[in-house]
C-alpha cells in the first residue's frame, strides 16, 4: 500500500516516515519548499533525508511563491499557519491521487506549534480528501529526537536552517471552520492548487 509523506527537513517527519515504512508502506515524499521566504536549504536537507530513508520519488510544491505569497497578500495574518496546513493537504491529496497513494503521513506532534492544536488540526483535516496519519502524534520530543538518532536522520536534520519565514506573532490555536472557509474565499483555491502541483518538481532519488 502507498502513501505520500509530507516531509521536511525537521526532526520529526522523517521519524513519522521510517515508522510507517517500518509497518510496510511505500513512502513518496512531497517537500513544500517555502523559497523565497527562506533559503534553499531546507530543500537540500530534505532530499538528503529522503535518500537516508530510502524513499526513492520526491514532488518538491514551490509552496513560498504560489501558496505562502497568496496568504500574505489576502488573508488575515492569525489564520496563516491553519490556512497554509489545509492548502497543503489540498495540494497533498491531489498529487496523492495520482500516485495511487491511500494515506497522508505527517510528523505532526500535538501541541507542538500553533498549527499543531486539536482544535487546528481538526479544521486542517477537512481540506484532505484522503485519511492522515500522524505516528507521532502523542510522542514526547525527547522520544522523537532519541529515534531519530537510532535511525541516522537526527544531524541532517539539525543542521537545516528555518524552514518557513511566514509564521505570524499571533497564530490561531483553536480554528474554527466557518472562519477558516471565510479567509478562503479571498482567495481563488481551486486555480493555486492546481498551479502549485502543476508547477512542482519531481525528482528520481
Same mark, same amino acid.
Given at each position: #500500500?502507498?502513501?505520500?509523506?509530507?516531509?521536511?527537513?525537521?526532526?520529526?517527519?522523517?521519524?513519522?516516515?521510517?515508522? *510507517?515504512?517500518?509497518?510496510?508502506? =511505500?513512502?513518496?515524499?512531497?517537500?513544500?519548499?517555502?523559497?523565497?521566504?527562506?533559503? !534553499?536549504?531546507?530543500?537540500?536537507?530534505?532530499?538528503? %533525508?529522503?535518500?537516508?530513508?530510502?524513499?526513492?520519488?520526491?514532488?518538491?510544491?514551490?509552496?513560498?511563491?504560489?501558496?505562502?505569497?497568496?496568504? *500574505?497578500?489576502?488573508?488575515?495574518?492569525?489564520?496563516?499557519?491553519?490556512?497554509?496546513?489545509? #492548502? #497543503?493537504? /489540498?495540494?497533498?491529496?491531489?498529487?496523492?491521487?495520482?500516485?495511487?497513494?491511500?494515506?497522508?503521513?505527517?510528523?505532526?506532534?500535538?501541541?507542538?506549534?500553533?498549527?499543531?492544536?486539536?482544535?487546528? *488540526?481538526?479544521?486542517?483535516?477537512?481540506?484532505?480528501?484522503?485519511?492522515?496519519?500522524?505516528?507521532? %502524534?502523542?510522542?514526547?520530543?525527547?522520544?522523537?529526537?532519541?529515534?531519530?538518532?537510532?535511525?541516522? !536522520?537526527?544531524? !541532517?536534520?539539525?543542521?537545516?536552517?528555518?524552514?518557513?519565514?511566514?509564521?505570524?506573532?499571533?497564530?490561531?490555536?483553536?480554528? /474554527?471552520? =466557518?472562519? *477558516?472557509?471565510?479567509? =478562503?474565499?479571498?482567495?481563488?483555491?481551486?486555480?493555486?492548487?492546481?498551479?502549485?502541483?502543476?508547477?512542482?518538481?519531481?525528482?528520481?532519488?
Amino acid at each position: #500500500m502507498k502513501a505520500l509523506a509530507l516531509i521536511s527537513s525537521g526532526i520529526d517527519s522523517p521519524v513519522a516516515v521510517w515508522l *510507517m515504512k517500518k509497518k510496510g508502506l =511505500e513512502i513518496i515524499g512531497v517537500h513544500f519548499s517555502n523559497e523565497p521566504m527562506v533559503d !534553499t536549504l531546507p530543500k537540500e536537507k530534505t532530499k538528503e %533525508l529522503c535518500k537516508l530513508l530510502g524513499i526513492k520519488k520526491l514532488y518538491i510544491v514551490p509552496h513560498g511563491y504560489i501558496i505562502q505569497a497568496e496568504l *500574505m497578500r489576502k488573508c488575515s495574518s492569525s489564520a496563516r499557519c491553519v490556512l497554509c496546513r489545509r #492548502m #497543503m493537504f /489540498r495540494i497533498a491529496s491531489k498529487i496523492a491521487e495520482k500516485e495511487n497513494c491511500k494515506y497522508l503521513i505527517t510528523g505532526e506532534n500535538l501541541g507542538q506549534v500553533a498549527s499543531q492544536t486539536l482544535d487546528n *488540526m481538526t479544521v486542517e483535516d477537512r481540506a484532505s480528501k484522503i485519511p492522515i496519519l500522524r505516528p507521532l %502524534l502523542c510522542n514526547d520530543k525527547q522520544e522523537i529526537i532519541d529515534l531519530a538518532k537510532n535511525i541516522g !536522520t537526527y544531524k !541532517t536534520s539539525i543542521e537545516a536552517a528555518i524552514c518557513c519565514g511566514a509564521v505570524p506573532k499571533n497564530p490561531i490555536t483553536k480554528a /474554527r471552520p =466557518e472562519d *477558516m472557509e471565510k479567509e =478562503e474565499k479571498k482567495l481563488d483555491v481551486r486555480e493555486v492548487v492546481d498551479k502549485a502541483v502543476k508547477e512542482a518538481e519531481t525528482i528520481e532519488l
